[in-house]
T-cell receptor, first 110, second 115 residues
């Protein structure tokens, strides 16, 4: 069963605009991770935020975590066509396996 | 490092045939995960290993699915007999510390089509 659910399911923007994706989860976590998947490829880790962190940055990525609302957001600033991909949030289930949401498909047009 | 290596990349088979998917994890990673991805169900965890030992196989759909990890550098996922509903992309991922504290490294996937 999915632990995280991303919103929106699909997002279309122009190059240069910012893209925001949200993730909600159900149970307590110790970290939340975001992954990217290009079409026909495997998932690639983007960023991990721990439960005691509220915000984290990596290049053009900004992730926030609100444990009281059980939600996270991924912001991609100044989007490029190369950012076109599906983005997934993932949280650890009891044990150490990651459970993924169904993803947000981002399309960036030039 | 070559990353996680999966084979075959594509497999087309007929219903009832045996399918074997293979995975070579990153050297030094103690955790290995098998996931299945479909449009309808997204990414589903099938099974994972720690130090070659299966820890949680509750995601394996049914007895037709089996997974082994005979050594630290090789794992297989077998489907026997295969059915059309098994059509999906199967991913293998490895990790040093597991998802509890670290990231997973994914292979490029094996796309299975069962006719």
């Amino acid at each position: 069963s999915q632990q995280g659910e991303e919103d929106p399911q699909a997002l279309s923007i122009q190059e240069g605009e910012n893209a925001t994706m949200n993730c909600s989860y159900k149970t307590s976590i110790n970290n939340l991770q975001w992954y990217r998947q290009n079409s026909g490829r495997g998932l690639v880790h983007l960023i991990l935020i721990r439960s005691n962190e509220r915000e984290k940055h990596s290049g053009r990525l900004r992730v926030t975590l609100d444990t009281s609302k059980k939600s996270s957001s991924l912001l991609i600033t100044a989007s490029r066509a190369a950012d076109t991909a599906s983005y997934f949030c993932a949280t650890p289930r009891a044990g150490t396996a990651l459970i993924f949401g169904k993803g947000t498909t981002l399309s960036v047009s030039s | 490092d070559a990353g996680v290596i999966q084979s075959p990349r594509h497999e087309v088979t007929e219903m009832g045939q045996e399918v074997t998917l293979r995975c070579k994890p990153i050297s030094g990673h103690d955790y290995l995960f098998w996931y299945r991805q479909t449009m309808m169900r997204g990414l589903e965890l099938l099974i994972y290993f720690n130090n070659n030992v299966p820890i949680d196989d509750s995601g394996m759909p049914e007895d037709r699915f089996s997974a082994k990890m005979p050594n630290a550098s090789f794992s297989t996922l077998k489907i026997q007999p295969s059915e059309p509903r098994d059509s999906a992309v199967y991913f293998c991922a490895s990790s040093k510390a597991g998802g509890y504290s670290g990231e997973l490294f994914f292979g490029e996937g094996s796309r299975l089509t069962v006719l």
